[in-house]
């Protein structure tokens, strides 16, 4: 069974920390992307990568980084978080087939 | 030109009954459109997709229709069901990555 797995469901942090969320997928996937999703607004994409240590920024990259340096790991980074950083964030792996597969979500509160 | 706008933003309605979602967009590149479906507390999974050289997909009770002159396309749901309560986000595809609209959380009433 497909799977994404995102190591944190809720998270709180306070304003200026660096912030860490994984996201691991099982299923060999090239593509993965992060989306922060914010009510009315929809699912906005921060970055993607489309093979190891390769990426590209997505809509709203503005205040995050991302590392991929295994082809299962995508990792979001907040260098310094702030209060407008709070949002749930999802991460979503795929093949060429585009159905991208989505892990749970990472609820972060800024503080 | 990038964007996807979907309506309405909520949606209620009775057991048995019709659920309508549209969206609309501009870019007469996007080559892919797919519909996903979301139950709190979880990520959003793939309903159902449609590609532009076609202006139907039916799969169950769900149907996406499709009008390429009016770059518009809407989610049925027919017969809904409180189990189809959730939050739905249309997109489209440029170039690898998709773009989302904004969603509507659909409620339905038993």
């Known amino acids: 069974d497909v799977k994404v797995t995102q190591s944190s469901r809720y998270l709180v942090k306070r304003t200026g920390e660096k912030v860490f969320l994984e996201c691991v997928q099982d299923?060999?996937?090239?593509?993965m992307f992060w989306y922060r999703q914010d009510p009315g607004l929809g699912l906005r994409l921060i970055y993607f990568?489309?093979?190891?240590?390769?990426?590209e920024k997505g809509d709203i990259p503005e205040g995050y980084s991302v590392s991929r340096e295994k082809k299962e790991r995508f990792s979001l980074i907040l260098e310094s978080a702030s209060t407008n950083q709070t949002s749930m964030y999802l991460c979503?792996?795929?093949?060429?087939?585009?159905?991208?597969?989505f892990g749970a979500g990472t609820r972060l509160s800024v503080l | 030109q990038q964007q996807v706008k979907q309506s309405p933003q909520s949606l209620i309605v009775q057991k048995g009954g019709i659920s309508i979602i549209n969206c609309a967009y501009e870019?007469?590149?996007?080559?892919?459109f797919p519909w996903y479906q979301q139950f709190p507390g979880k990520g959003p999974a793939l309903l159902i997709a449609?590609?532009?050289?076609?202006s139907e997909k039916k799969e169950g009770r769900f149907t996406i229709s499709f009008n390429k002159s009016a770059k518009q396309f809407s989610l049925h749901i027919m017969d809904s069901q409180p189990g189809d309560s959730a939050t739905y986000f249309c997109?489209?595809?440029?170039?690898?990555?998709?773009?989302f609209g904004q969603g509507t959380t659909l409620q339905v009433k038993p």
């Open positions: 997109a489209a595809r440029p170039e690898g990555k998709l773009i």
């Open positions: 990568s489309y093979d190891v240590k390769m990426k």
């Open positions: 299923m060999d996937h090239e593509n």
């Open positions: 870019n007469t590149a996007f080559d892919y």
């Open positions: 449609i590609r532009p050289d076609v």
């Open positions: 979503a792996s795929s093949t060429e087939l585009d159905i991208q597969y």
